[in-house]
């Protein structure tokens, strides 16, 4: 059936801009290596609208545009979807191989036939902790819990309940002695340097990789799949301290600079790290390709200021409370800040809708979109502004009682970088490096799916791009 077996370590949204500026520094090492001997491909998002992860890489999985598959934001029902485009470890698995997958979004729930894969361990924007086998669960419901706790701000906060009973398991998944140094190092760090605390983002990306390199290597499955924010969130904030003539008017002075100047380089560093690992296994295995992806890129937005504070929702039981919805006729559903999005049952949901338009945030309303299936996405925001002035149907509330707050950012930092449709791919065989093509071939995300199912053997479905080959 398989040609190759493939490790997909999906990198999001990194550029080869950044990719080859790490690499360049850093001879050497993995990205180094990459960089000089992976086939490498220039990807584009051809999604309409607006480009969000959320988007893009239901299109990479699945071989379509979100013209086809319409996917625009997390907690979705995709029962009819996955029937009609089904994402690239359904069909592959259905086919016969053997499928791991830790993270990836739009994973969740289960597949019916779970017991068929090596692993399964949906992403962080899950419904429920459910995994595959049941060991990874107390630690995808303590990742679940503290990646709704680190939205806009990471906060000093622990799950301390929740944290016990990952702790319990942790052993015997795989977490390695250096992880529990670099976690304990961070904590050090935090009290040295309050500032430092923004890199509680990628301790859980720190933990996640040894669990799935250990599910790796026991496993052996015939295709897998790893996703990392880590970097992307780094972009996002950082990207005018790493590349400062990037920007016609900085408007972020020295002092600025210098504090987060060691933000992008440290989370590409850990991404250097756990790509030597993969390296290391691929050459001891070398019936494997790594595949390194994005399913699009970021790059510098001009005319960001500071972004001192927020105001912005932070209690999402009391704003439905306020808005008269009882807390058993609605339930959160996963997204990422400043969005959220709720499930409301129908006897409410008009109630619902017609009360948040009877709410004023310092003049300004929540933004709302019906998602169908009684799920609706808020989207609400105000960057520099206090909490002046909140009113209902007319007369001055209280904030709380909506449960409105304005958050004051550690790190001043709004979306300095955003996504561009322009991505890469790199393939390394440790059997046959080839030298870096000096003009990559310019590829779509929709080619990626149906060049996997080739490589194993599988006929892409008819609605699916001639492939290139891996």
């Not at 319409?70 to 994402?87: A, N, R, T, W």
């Not at 140094?181 to 923004?198: D, H």
């Not at 909140?390 to 001043?412: H, Q, R, S, W």
Request: charged share 20%; net charge negative.
């Amino acid at each position: 059936m398989k040609q190759k077996k493939i490790i997909f370590y999906e990198l999001n949204e990194v550029p080869y801009r950044i990719f080859d500026h790490f690499a360049k520094l850093m001879p050497g090492s993995s990205l180094g290596i990459l960089q000089n001997r992976a086939r490498r491909y220039e990807t584009h998002a051809e999604d309409s609208g607006h480009l969000s992860p959320w988007i893009t890489w239901p299109t990479l999985h699945r071989g379509v545009s979100n013209d086809d598959h319409e996917i625009s934001d997390f907690g979705m029902d995709l029962q009819h979807v996955d029937k009609e485009f089904p994402p690239l470890w359904q069909i592959l698995s259905k086919a016969g191989a053997k499928v791991g997958l830790f993270g990836s979004l739009h994973s969740y729930p289960l597949p019916d036939n779970v017991s068929d894969y090596a692993f399964y361990v949906p992403d962080t924007f899950a419904a429920g902790p459910e995994c595959f086998p049941k060991k990874f669960e107390a630690f995808q419901n303590f990742n679940l819990i503290m990646a709704g706790m680190n939205g806009s701000q990471v906060t000093n906060s622990i799950a301390l309940k929740e944290a016990g009973q990952f702790l319990l398991a942790a052993p015997g998944l795989g977490l390695r002695g250096k992880t529990v140094g670099k976690l304990a190092g961070q904590l050090l760090a935090e009290r040295r340097t309050p500032a430092r605390s923004v890199r509680r983002r990628t301790s859980q990306t720190q933990i996640s990789f040894d669990f799935f390199y250990k599910a790796l290597r026991q496993n052996k499955p015939d295709v897998s799949f790893f996703f990392t924010n880590h970097v992307a969130s780094s972009m996002h904030r950082y990207w005018p301290a790493l590349f400062p003539q990037d920007y016609d008017t900085l408007n972020f002075e020295q002092p600025w600079l210098d504090t987060w100047a060691g933000e992008i380089p440290f989370v590409m560093q850990e991404a250097e790290e756990q790509l030597s690992l993969l390296l290391r296994f691929v050459a001891a295995n070398p019936d494997y390709l790594l595949a390194v992806t994005t399913s699009m890129g970021q790059a510098a937005v001009e005319g960001r200021n500071r972004v001192e504070r927020i105001v912005t929702i932070d209690n999402l039981r009391n704003l439905m409370r306020g808005l008269g919805v009882p807390d058993e006729d609605w339930e959160k559903r996963p997204a990422m800040v400043p969005q959220f999005v709720v499930a409301v049952s129908e006897a409410p949901r008009q109630r619902f809708l017609q009360n948040i338009g009877g709410l004023s945030i310092n003049g300004r309303s929540i933004q709302i979109d019906d998602l169908g299936e009684n799920v609706i996405r808020m989207e609400f925001s105000i960057a520099n502004e206090h909490l002046e002035q909140v009113t209902y149907k007319g007369e001055t509330a209280d904030p709380k009682t909506f449960g409105l707050t304005c958050m004051e950012l550690l790190d001043a930092a709004g979306a300095n970088a955003y996504h561009v449709p322009d991505g890469m791919l790199m393939v390394y065989d440790h059997l046959s490096p080839e030298a870096q093509r000096m003009n990559p071939m310019k590829i779509s995300t929709r080619e990626i799916a149906p060049a996997v199912l080739q490589n194993f053997g599988v006929t892409p479905p008819g609605y699916m791009e001639q492939a290139f080959t891996l």
